[in-house]
């Protein structure tokens, strides 16, 4: 069985300063791992992914995650955050054998200004 | 290309009636998948399809509930009856096939039974 948690319901930063949001998985196998970004009255948007290859994969809207596999995380970062950037976040793992994604409950980033 | 579509954007329906929501994902792409989202439970997966054949309904709520793919562009989750507590916003997504691929939401429908 695969799962995904995301600790935080809630992040709150303030604009410029960097953020984190935390994401910890259980996969069998070699995992593929999303994150999604969901703004209000939208559907989620992909952001980025950790196929294989290096650890720190880049992604849309200046947003970073690193794969660390002893730890089973998968967090994502942003140097920089702006008041734009205040949406819900979800972390994906992909099931390798059954083609779909395990969506974790999703953690609201508020940026103030 | 226009990205996942779906319809309604929005229904509100009386309890007992039979709901409707419709989808055409991108084209070229094997996968579709239907979500359901709500404050209270999240984003669930109710059920999906590849190469137009359903895979795993386990999410799939209870009997009133069926999903079907008649071709590789258009998809349909009905709702007969209605309940109040099966307001949500219902997603349809899309993907290529082959695991390294993310999906592609559409915009959702917002359903409000009362």
């Known amino acids: 069985a695969q799962s995904v948690a995301q600790p935080e319901d809630q992040v709150n930063v303030a604009e410029g300063n960097p953020l984190t949001v935390k994401c910890t998985y259980s996969v069998s196998g070699n995992p593929y791992l999303f994150w999604y970004v969901q703004y209000p009255n939208r559907g989620l948007q992909f952001l980025l992914k950790y196929i294989t290859g290096d650890n720190l994969v880049k992604g849309s809207y200046g947003f970073e995650a690193e794969f660390n596999k002893s730890q089973t995380s998968f967090h994502l970062k942003k140097p920089s955050a702006l008041v734009s950037d205040s949406a819900l976040y979800f972390c994906a793992p992909d099931n390798t054998n059954a083609g779909k994604s395990t969506f974790g409950d999703g953690t609201t980033l508020t940026v103030k200004p | ?114």
């Open chain 2, 1 to 114: 290309d226009a990205g996942v579509i779906q319809s309604p954007r929005h229904e509100v329906t009386e309890m007992g009636q039979e709901v409707t929501l419709r989808c055409k994902p991108i084209s070229g792409h094997d996968y579709l998948f239907w979500y359901r989202q709500t404050m209270m439970r999240g984003l669930e997966l109710l059920i999906y399809f590849n190469n137009n054949v359903p895979i795993d309904d386990s999410g799939m709520p209870e009997d009133r509930f069926s999903a079907k793919m008649p071709n590789a562009s258009f998809s349909t989750l009905k709702i007969q009856p209605s309940e109040p507590r099966d307001s949500a916003v219902y997603f349809c997504a899309s993907r290529p096939q082959g695991l390294s691929y993310e999906q592609y939401f559409g915009p959702g429908t917002r359903l409000t039974v009362t």
